[in-house]
C-alpha cells in the first residue's frame, strides 16, 4: 500500500511514540517490548486501519460494537488481537462475544455477568478488565477504588470470564504531576489485587494511558497505552 494523502504522517507518528515508549520504559526499569501499543481506531476506516497494522502495530480497540461489526470484514485481522475500550450495554453483548480477544471495558457486575452467561452459549471463556473510576466521577463508569477488591473477588467467581487486568481513564490534566499521581494511585490497586492472589485471577495488563499522557502513565507502570490522535492525528467525531 503506498503512503499516500490518506495515510501522510501516520508512520512518522508512530516511530515517534515508540521512542518516546522506549525513553519512558527504560527509566521506568522495563523496555520498550514490556510495553503494548494500542491503534484506538475509533472512527478510522479499514485502510487505514491495515496501514497501521503495516507499520507493525498488532493490537487495535474499538469504542462502538456497531462501528467495529461493519468494517471488521475489511481489516486484516490475522495481522492483530481487537480489544473493545468502549462502554458496553447489556443489549450489544451478543454481537461481540467472539469478534474481539478482550473486552476492556467491564464496568459492573451486571456486564460481566452478561458477557459470561453470552460467552459460555457459544462454548468460550472471554478475556476481560476491570474499568476502574479512579476519582469516582459522577459523569464516568467503572468500579470505585474503594470496592474494587471486593469486585475482584465477585468477578473471580464468574464463570465464563477470565480476569486479566485493570482499565483506566483518568481525567486529562495539563500538570504531568498530577497525571503521574492519578496512574500511581491505579498502580497501587493493581499491585493490591494482584498481591492477594485470587483464584481464577491473571492480573498481567494494567491498560493507562492516551494520547496526551501516555508517557507519564508508562512510567507508573502502564504496559499497555490506548493511541488515538497520536497515531492518526485529529478526528471530527
Do not use: W
Not at 6 to 27: D, L, M, P, T, W
Not at 109 to 138: F, H, P, R
Request: hydrophobic fraction near 40%; charged fraction near 25%.
Amino acid at each position: 500500500m503506498s503512503e499516500d494523502n490518506a495515510f501522510s504522517g501516520i508512520r512518522e507518528n508512530i516511530k515517534k511514540i515508540k521512542e518516546v515508549v522506549a525513553n519512558a520504559a527504560f527509566y521506568s526499569g522495563r523496555t520498550e517490548d514490556d510495553i503494548t501499543i494500542m491503534a484506538v481506531t475509533k472512527t478510522v476506516d479499514a485502510d487505514r486501519v491495515n496501514y497501521v497494522l503495516s507499520c507493525g502495530i498488532k493490537l487495535i480497540g474499538e469504542n462502538r460494537v456497531q462501528e467495529f461489526i461493519e468494517k471488521r470484514e475489511n481489516i486484516n485481522l490475522s495481522a492483530c488481537d481487537v480489544h473493545l475500550i468502549g462502554h458496553l450495554q447489556t443489549n450489544k453483548v451478543n454481537q461481540i462475544i467472539g469478534k474481539v480477544s478482550m473486552i476492556q471495558s467491564v464496568d459492573s457486575v451486571k456486564i460481566a455477568q452478561e458477557i459470561a452467561a453470552k460467552s459460555l452459549k457459544i462454548g468460550q471463556t472471554t478475556d476481560i478488565l476491570m474499568e476502574i473510576n479512579i476519582q469516582s466521577e459522577a459523569n464516568k463508569f467503572g468500579f470505585l477504588p474503594v470496592s474494587a477488591l471486593e469486585s475482584a473477588y465477585e468477578l473471580a467467581q464468574i464463570t465464563g470470564i477470565n480476569l486479566c487486568g485493570i482499565m483506566s481513564i483518568p481525567p486529562m490534566n495539563k500538570d504531568e504531576k498530577v497525571n503521574r499521581q492519578n496512574f500511581s494511585n491505579i498502580n497501587r490497586l493493581f499491585i493490591d489485587i494482584c498481591d492477594k492472589k485470587i483464584d481464577n485471577v491473571s492480573m498481567k495488563i494494567l491498560s493507562m494511558g492516551m494520547s496526551g499522557d501516555y508517557r507519564a502513565a508508562i512510567l507508573e507502570g502502564a504496559n499497555l497505552i490506548r493511541l488515538g490522535s497520536a497515531i492518526f492525528g485529529d478526528r471530527k467525531y
